[in-house]
Every structure is written in C-alpha cells, then in structure tokens.
C-alpha cells in the first residue's frame, strides 16, 4: 500500500515580507497548538478505498474554502489599508481585525471538521499508530478535558522528537533571517530603520517563546476534537473563548508594529514594499492548491 506523501500540499501558504501578510492572519502562538493530521497519515499505510475518501474529503474543503476567498481578500485589503496609512485609526483597525479574526475562526472550524471525518476514516490500529506518533493514549485522547502533560507522555522517543524540532527550528530562524536580509537590501534601510525591525522580530519571538507552555496545554485540546468519536462545535466554541483576548492582541500588536515600521519608510521606499507585496501575492495566486480539477 501507498502512503499519502505525495497527496498532500499546504492549504495556505504565508507571504515572506513584512505587512505582505495581514496582522491577524499571521496565526498567534495560541493557534499554532493546532494539530495536522497531514504529517501523521503519511506514515500510516491506508487502503486504496480510504486514500479515495481522505482525497475527496480534502477536495471538498477546498472548494468550501473557496468559497470565503472574496471575504478573505476584502478583510485582509481593509486591514493593510490602515495599516499603510499616516495616522492611526485604533477604533476601526480593531472592527477590521475582529472581522478578520472571525472569518478564520471559521477556516479553522471548517478544517477541525474535515480532520474529523478523515479521522473517522481510519481503523482502531491506525488510529492507535496516530496517537502513539502524538505522545498521547488513546483515553486521553478521546477525553474532552485533556491535559499538556499527557501530550508530553513518557516516551523514551521524546528527546529525540524534541531534538529534531529544534533543527526544524533552527532552519525555520535561519530562513526568517534570510528573508530579513533580503528585506533589508531590496529597501535600502538605515541603521535607523534596521534596528526597528530586528527589534520587532526580535519581541515577536519572544513573545511565541513566552507562549510555549499554553501551547502544549491547547494541543492536547486540539487532539481531543479531532479524535473524539463524536465532534461538537460547542467544544470548538470553548476553546476558541479560552484564546479570544490573546488572539486579538497578537494580531492589534502585530498591526501597530506593521503601522509604525510603514511609517518609518520614505515614499520611495512604500513604493518598493507595495511592490514586492504584489508581486508575491501574484506569486501566491498562481502556486498550484490541493484539490484542483489537475490533481490526480
């Protein structure tokens, strides 16, 4: 049997340079406890019939999503607008970011379904390799409440887990930092301007380390959803409360530092930015998506 690592692509793909992606679509460290079921079913051997359904399940989440792009196009366009501007507007950014924060709460919902039904697709002995690649049991998994500690477990693969994680990490920085220099260079910055971006980088990553912890905690709560036999938007409806207050003031801070490293640029300078901006969002439009009418 084949594995699906050639079935799957990502559902979205972040733009690189800064205020190319608006404030609150970069997801706060909250939402990165999400779970994928991408990376763990490339490991399991699924029949023929199952890699038919978990296809058109994905299919069917794109087209769905589809559906939301004008949406998504008009909050993000509202958002950069005041960010690139020379005064701002807290009141109005705030309406723009709430509106932007409830349509992905909705994208979210809407791949939490879909990763229950794929989870819903697998065998007992499947579903039992999934969750032991997760650290967790399968009674901890179904529970509605569980805990941080039990994602952690007491596999004597962690360590190594842990160590890969750190390289992936390492890479990730390393590309962070070469498209900073390449930001850098292509906008002519001055020291001045410099310092203001690698301060803002640098209180962002601070601020993800910081969350570490919740992480873990909201993690086994994400694997709680997506595995318990049945799926209740109630649940969904409680975890999204839980994070409401820091998803908004990640996103508000993340505005407010895109606003005031704008306004630091020259003319000459927005006008690069504007152009890069463009450029990769045309570049995002053409990349190929899962679920295309072309995909085998």
Known sequence: MRTLKSLFTPIAVSIAIILAQPSASAKPPEHKAQISLRHFLKQVDLTDSQRQDVRLLMQQ?????????????????????????DEWHEADISSALEAELHLQAQLMWLNIQTQHQIWLTLNEAQKAQILTELNITSEDAYSENALGENALGENPHNELKQQNEERR??????????????????LNLTDEQQALLVSQRAAEKADREAHKPVQQTLKAEFIG??????LNESDWIALQAQTQTSRFEHAFTRAKNQYTFWNSLSSEQQQTLQEIITKQQREQK???????????
């Open 169 to 186: 990490q390492g890479k990730r920085e390393m590309h962070q930092e070469q498209r900073q220099k390449k930001l850098i260079a292509a």
């Open 286 to 296: 053409r990349r190929p998506r899962f679920g295309r009418k072309d995909e085998s």
């Open 61 to 85: 989440n794109r087209a769905t999503k589809n559906t939301y792009q004008p949406d998504q196009e008009s909050t993000r366009e509202a958002v950069r607008n005041l960010i690139q501007t």
């Open 225 to 230: 959803l997506v595995t318990a036999e049945n």
